[in-house]
């Protein structure tokens, strides 16, 4: 007698999901190379010959240098504007939640510095091409929101309610961490040790004073 044998079959990917997944492996490849040269110098040439991949193959997915651009920095920002979740999620108390960030900061700042390079200097560059300016104001729309969760957590362990707007707010901080980022790339990673101070001299001044 034969026995009955039931199979499971692997579900076969679409080929939308093929092709996202090949532009982000493009993403991935022309990120480095991105980060190491900026906007200005970096050509779709360029970057493939610093990846795996042949000048043919990123044309076909990309078709010009901005739109790759725009895609690369989407996706890296959709990764990383969750970082500071765990710190407003694990810190008890507002001093807590002020070394967290603290550390946090330095650490974005020390293992991700050519990314940060060149999300600022998109940023500028899109005052200057329309092509930028949709993606880089919804990508600084999110790091606004994400920088808010913080103070707002930290807002509620003081017991004290935000004295600022959150758009004054992300860009007090975003100001900071660009700062930190230049001084990074002129002096090096010393620079980083004094951070920590800054950031707990700062929080408190974003917070309404105590009645």
């Known amino acids: 007698m034969m026995e009955d044998v039931t199979t499971t079959a692997t579900p076969r990917r679409s080929p939308g999901d093929k092709h996202d997944e090949r532009r982000n492996q ?18 779709l040439r360029e970057i493939a010959t610093n990846s795996e991949f042949s000048h043919g193959v990123v044309h076909y997915y990309f078709r010009d240098k901005l739109e790759l651009i725009v895609y690369c920095v ?9 970082r500071y979740d765990a710190v407003v999620a694990e810190s008890d108390s507002a001093e807590e939640l002020v070394e967290a960030f603290a550390a946090k900061l330095v650490e974005t700042l020390r293992d991700e510095a050519p990314m940060h390079r060149l999300w600022y ?3 500028t ?14 990508i600084d729309n999110t790091l606004q929101e994400m920088i808010w969760r913080v103070v707002e957590r930290y807002s509620d362990l003081a ?12 860009a007090v901080l975003d100001g900071l961490f660009q700062q930190g980022l230049l001084a990074l790339t002129r002096d090096g990673e010393a620079v980083l040790a004094g951070l920590p101070a800054q950031v707990r001299a700062l929080l408190p001044v974003l917070l309404a004073p105590e009645a």
Do not use: I, N
């Not at 899109?126 to 930028?132: K, N, Q, W």
């Not at 004290?160 to 004054?168: C, N, V, Y």
């Open 159 to 170: 017991g004290r309610p935000p004295a600022l707007t959150p758009a004054a707010t992300y």
């Open 26 to 43: 493009l993403a991935e490849s022309a990120l480095r190379t991105l980060g190491e040269l900026g906007y200005a110098r970096a050509s």
């Open 121 to 123: 200097d998109l940023r």
């Open 125 to 138: 560059q899109s005052m200057f091409e329309p092509g930028l300016s949709e993606a880089v104001t919804h």
């Open 74 to 82: 989407r996706y890296y920002k959709a990764r990383c504007v969750r």
